[in-house]
């Protein structure tokens, strides 16, 4: 494994066509695009990684795979009515079918659908209360108390939040919301402004690659038919409208951030984490896809070989 991710980082690092790194955050434009990290935790407790694995990034939109767990602990089933689990094939933050679906979201990993999430887990408690709870399921499925918000990043988020608050906006028009939007806003900018490195998410993910129990901490997460279930909206929905591309090409579950991040699933083989900040057209990391589908070339992991 060290040596595929060592060739694997190599031949990342020789690549001249990064992709763009997301500008509409202001605080994530300075990012440096020529960096590259991937970080492999297996079921025996083992973390491989190669390149900048251990350099911090905002993990933005794979934080959502994180409060859909709480989200699913706390509620349950009926975490369904607030949001629908179909891919939405439309871009993350698109508008388009929350009017024709009368403002109830597609599936809980695009934009809408994660603002309605984190409504649905306030429950009436303070922005403070939620967003030390997320921290701490954070630190729990880690086992890393290091890991915290970039508060810059969700300043920054929340100086330009009209597209977002606009999908709120309309989603409150409809009921689909209750609590006070600019507050629920302020929940999910913090959560995707967690900064983590490929190593750390890696670990984060340990739990979906086994039915739900984190090995390494012999502790259960969640029970096994809902880490499924989870793997299956990963898959299905986790890449937005390069979905479909994702699973063509690497034949994993996997959720992407705009901060480059990847995080990837394959069951009972390991919890992948690649990370590099230019982005492809529909927002995903252009060399992370790439280097998902060299790892799934060279050691077989697609859910679909065998
Ligand atoms: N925080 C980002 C946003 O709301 C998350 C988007 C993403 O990572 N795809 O626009």
């Known amino acids: ?13 020789a690549e001249t066509d990064r992709g763009e790194v997301a500008d509409y955050i202001p605080q994530l434009a300075h990012v440096d695009p020529n960096q590259f990290g991937i970080a492999v935790a297996t079921p025996d407790g083992q973390v491989y990684a190669a390149g900048d694995a251990s350099t911090l990034f905002s993990i933005q939109s794979i934080s959502k795979v994180f409060t859909l767990t709480i989200a699913l602990g706390k509620l349950g089933d009926a975490l369904w009515t607030h949001v629908g689990r179909e891919p939405s094939g439309d871009p993350f933050n698109s508008i388009t079918i929350l009017e024709y679906e009368s403002g109830r979201p597609r599936n809980p990993f695009i934009n809408a659908g994660a603002i309605a999430v984190v409504d649905a887990i306030m429950m009436g408690h303070e922005p403070k209360e ?3 709870e997320i921290l701490q399921f954070v630190h729990f499925i880690t086992d ?25 906006h309309f989603m409150k028009a409809f009921g689909h919301l209750k609590h006070d939007v600019d507050k629920v806003l302020g929940v999910y900018f913090h959560q995707c402004s967690i900064a983590m490195s490929c190593q750390q998410l890696a670990c984060a993910g340990r739990f979906l690659m086994s039915n739900g129990v984190n090995q390494h901490t012999g ?9 499924r279930r989870i793997n299956s909206l990963m898959m299905m929905c986790g890449h937005y409208d390069g979905s479909g591309e994702f699973a063509y090409r690497v ?15 394959a069951p009972g083989k390991g919890s992948i984490a690649v990370w590099s900040p230019g982005l492809d057209p529909v927002g995903n ?12 070339q060279k050691t077989g992991w697609s859910v679909f070989s065998n």
Do not use: W, Y
């Not at 494994?1 to 690092?13: T, W, Y």
């Not at 890393?144 to 929340?158: G, L, P, Q, T, Y």
């Not at 502790?219 to 880490?227: D, H, K």
């Not at 990391?285 to 799934?296: D, Q, R």
């Open 130 to 132: 939620i967003l030390g």
């Open 251 to 265: 034949g994993l579950p996997g959720k992407s951030g705009v901060g480059g991040g990847i995080l990837t699933i």
């Open 285 to 296: 990391s252009k060399l992370g896809l790439k280097a998902l589908e060299l790892l799934v």
């Open 219 to 227: 502790v259960s997460v969640i029970n096994p038919q809902r880490s």
């Open 1 to 13: 494994m060290q040596k595929i991710l060592d060739d694997i980082a190599a031949q990342m690092a």
């Open 144 to 168: 890393d108390d290091s890991i915290r918000f970039d508060h810059k990043v969700a300043a920054s988020e929340m100086e330009h939040r009209d597209r977002n608050a606009a999908l709120a």
